[in-house]
């Protein structure tokens, strides 16, 4: 997903946006929302190194989390903190391409989900559920498929689940640009301006009409909670430059086709906003339709952060956490 905004920009001022740094903190051991620390370490795998987030204590329930585009171990973690408080312990690695995982570790969904399991097996972890989000779902869905004996429950947040035509060509000098004084411009925009990026984010990630993006806009603007945790969601989407190459790669995958959702037969919750802009609704209902037995909750008129972000959060969490409680392994 995209939580930066592009705002016109005076040539003379891009010499200025290339000399400032950004003021991005890149601290591996930081916090990314009061109270959710992180503390990034790289394990050395028999498919390549992994880095990796891992939080709570020895013995209980482990829940990888599978992070969305531009992401990495920092968003994993923030995207499954609610899962801390209902007792879980939550893994959170940073896919190949993304933050310290080199793309050479996996580029595949295959290979990336292989990649993951040889990280279970340097930590010593025996089986987990999964919480997999957008451009992450694919290789969560494809891990339940191939590692079922690993697998003891499968939760799917917005995810893709369909193989998804390009989105246009992207030249070298937009890349760099993007690169370089886009996301400085972002940054700059966020610090003048953070109801300017929560508009532009939310006219990207849902259908809404005029009037619902504009009272979405004002609840996060004016719910303390909400407006604390976009802005942490937008902190994990920088620097650009270190996420790019697993966000392009994860446009590759999703091109060259679908997951094998049928072969997946660990239980399964497929939760979705209707009014999804990024990922369509109708990749929540195939993925719901085509794995055996799999659960669903619609998240009416909501967006693809309602999740996280809408009025509704929390009662979703709720779902998710009791569809994970009731699976998770009873030692």
Same mark, same amino acid.
């Given at each position: 997903?995209?939580?930066?905004? @592009?705002?016109?920009?005076?040539?003379?001022?891009?010499?200025?946006?290339?000399?400032?740094?950004?003021?991005?903190?890149?601290?591996? /051991?930081?916090?990314?929302?009061?109270?959710?620390?992180?503390?990034?370490?790289?394990?050395?795998?028999?498919?390549?190194?992994?880095?990796?987030?891992?939080?709570?204590?020895?013995? !209980?329930?482990?829940?990888?989390?599978? #992070?969305?585009?531009?992401?990495?171990?920092?968003?994993?973690?923030?995207?499954?903190?609610?899962?801390?408080?209902?007792?879980?312990?939550?893994?959170?690695?940073?896919?190949?391409?993304? +933050?310290?995982?080199?793309?050479?570790?996996?580029?595949?969904?295959?290979?990336?989900?292989?990649? +993951?399991?040889?990280?279970?097996?340097?930590?010593?972890?025996?089986?987990?559920?999964?919480?997999?989000?957008?451009?992450?779902?694919?290789?969560?869905?494809?891990?339940?498929?191939? #590692?079922?004996?690993?697998?003891?429950?499968?939760?799917?947040?917005?995810?893709?689940?369909?193989?998804?035509?390009?989105?246009?060509?992207?030249?070298?000098? /937009?890349?760099?640009?993007?690169?370089?004084?886009?996301?400085?411009?972002? @940054?700059?925009?966020?610090?003048?301006?953070?109801?300017?990026?929560?508009?532009?984010?939310?006219?990207?990630?849902?259908?809404?009409?005029?009037?619902? $993006?504009?009272?979405?806009?004002?609840?996060?603007?004016?719910?303390?909670?909400? !407006?604390?945790?976009?802005?942490?969601?937008?902190?994990?989407?920088?620097?650009?430059?270190?996420?790019?190459?697993?966000?392009?790669?994860?446009?590759?995958?999703?091109? $060259?086709?679908?997951?094998?959702?049928? !072969?997946?037969?660990?239980?399964?919750?497929?939760?979705?906003?209707?009014?999804?802009?990024?990922?369509?609704?109708? #990749?929540?209902?195939?993925?719901?339709?085509?794995?055996?037995?799999?659960?669903?909750?619609?998240?009416? #008129?909501?967006?693809?952060?309602?999740?996280?972000?809408?009025?509704?959060?929390?009662?979703?969490?709720?779902?998710?956490?009791?569809? +994970? /409680?009731?699976?998770?392994?009873?030692?």
């Amino acid at each position: 997903m995209t939580l930066a905004v @592009l705002v016109g920009l005076p040539l003379l001022g891009v010499g200025g946006l290339l000399v400032w740094d950004g003021g991005i903190d890149g601290d591996p /051991r930081r916090e990314v929302l009061p109270g959710v620390r992180i503390d990034l370490r790289t394990a050395m795998t028999r498919h390549g190194p992994v880095e990796y987030d891992l939080h709570g204590a020895e013995g !209980r329930p482990v829940v990888l989390s599978v #992070h969305a585009g531009l992401g990495g171990a920092d968003q994993g973690r923030l995207f499954a903190a609610w899962l801390e408080r209902d007792g879980f312990r939550v893994l959170s690695p940073s896919r190949p391409g993304y +933050l310290g995982t080199p793309l050479e570790s996996g580029r595949t969904s295959e290979e990336q989900a292989d990649l +993951l399991a040889a990280l279970l097996d340097e930590l010593g972890i025996d089986r987990v559920g999964i919480l997999a989000v957008s451009a992450g779902s694919p290789v969560g869905y494809t891990f339940a498929a191939r #590692h079922p004996d690993r697998t003891w429950g499968l939760v799917s947040i917005g995810g893709i689940s369909k193989p998804r035509p390009a989105a246009g060509a992207s030249s070298p000098v /937009r890349r760099t640009f993007l690169n370089t004084v886009g996301q400085k411009l972002a @940054l700059l925009t966020a610090k003048v301006s953070v109801e300017t990026i929560v508009a532009g984010t939310l006219d990207e990630t849902s259908t809404f009409t005029e009037e619902q $993006r504009t009272e979405r806009v004002a609840y996060i603007m004016n719910t303390p909670h909400a !407006r604390e945790y976009f802005e942490a969601m937008f902190a994990t989407t920088f620097p650009y430059q270190q996420r790019w190459p697993g966000t392009d790669n994860d446009a590759a995958q999703a091109r $060259r086709g679908g997951a094998p959702l049928e !072969r997946i037969g660990s239980p399964a919750l497929v939760i979705h906003g209707t009014q999804d802009g990024d990922v369509p609704f109708d #990749h929540g209902e195939s993925a719901a339709g085509r794995i055996p037995g799999a659960e669903h909750h619609w998240m009416e #008129h909501e967006d693809h952060l309602g999740f996280w972000l809408g009025p509704k959060a929390s009662q979703a969490q709720a779902v998710a956490s009791a569809f +994970l /409680r009731r699976h998770m392994p009873s030692s």
